[in-house]
């Protein structure tokens, strides 16, 4: 099994919808939690950064950590073409500097307009 | 003003050639990471350098050996390539929270 599970999708919605991504954990140590945003060719970029449990928005962005069920979440209000890319969970136990970072596999999403 | 920069951003050579990719970042972070991304998606990180000491290596073949000559550079050498080394390998850095990557390196072996 492995430590940090995402479904590859790929995920297709029409413009302006509600996109969810959610990956699954196997390791309760896990406490730094994030979302990458791939787009095609290019390296991932930092979407959003959490600590432990809670919630965290910014602007259509709206992230969640359920640490009971080892269940984390990125919603995606009003999604449009541009947001189009695979996004990727990452996780890590210790320092969210020094430790590893375990990534998930990605989801590929695409907007259609 | 690119962050993370990664050299050649294509590669493409044979079975058995030794080659290099270098990386450098004007963060003023103090740790570094080289990760392998494979077709089908799936990051995943082989070393990891803190202020020019290595602090993560992990099952890697030995053909690969990360250097560090200052903490703004890591490069990645690359001995007898493989078929299987056919990827795209990511630079990143990271002072605090979450790291910043580079555009990749697509290397080819053919």
């Known amino acids: 099994q492995k430590e940090v599970e995402q479904d590859p999708g790929p995920l297709s919605v029409p413009e302006g919808a509600i996109v969810s991504l959610n990956c699954t954990y196997s390791n309760s140590a896990f406490q730094y939690f994030m979302w990458y945003r791939q787009y095609s060719r290019k390296g991932p970029e930092l979407l959003m950064y959490t600590y432990s449990s809670g919630n965290k928005e910014d602007g259509r962005f709206t992230a969640q950590v359920d640490k009971s069920s080892k269940y984390i979440s990125l919603f995606i209000r009003d999604s449009q073409p541009s947001d189009s890319a695979t996004y990727l969970c990452?996780?890590?136990?210790?320092?969210?500097?020094?430790?590893?970072?375990?990534f998930g596999q990605g989801t590929t999403l695409q907007v259609k307009p | 003003d690119t962050a993370v920069s990664q050299t050649p951003k294509y590669l493409v050579t044979q079975m058995g050639n030794d080659k290099s990719i270098k990386c450098e970042q004007n963060?003023?972070?103090?740790?570094m990471y080289w990760y392998k991304q494979d077709s089908k998606k799936f990051l995943k990180i082989m070393f990891s350098?803190?202020?020019?000491?290595?602090?993560i290596n992990e099952t890697v073949p030995n053909r690969f050996s990360p250097k560090s000559p200052d903490k703004a550079h890591l490069n990645l050498h690359i001995n007898s390539l493989e078929l299987g080394d056919s990827a795209v390998y990511f630079c990143a850095s990271s002072q605090a929270g979450g790291r910043f990557f580079g555009p990749g390196t697509r290397l080819t072996v053919t």
């Open positions: 350098y803190n202020n020019k000491e290595l602090i």
């Open positions: 990452a996780m890590s136990d210790g320092s969210s500097n020094t430790g590893k970072l375990i």
């Open positions: 963060l003023g972070h103090d740790t």
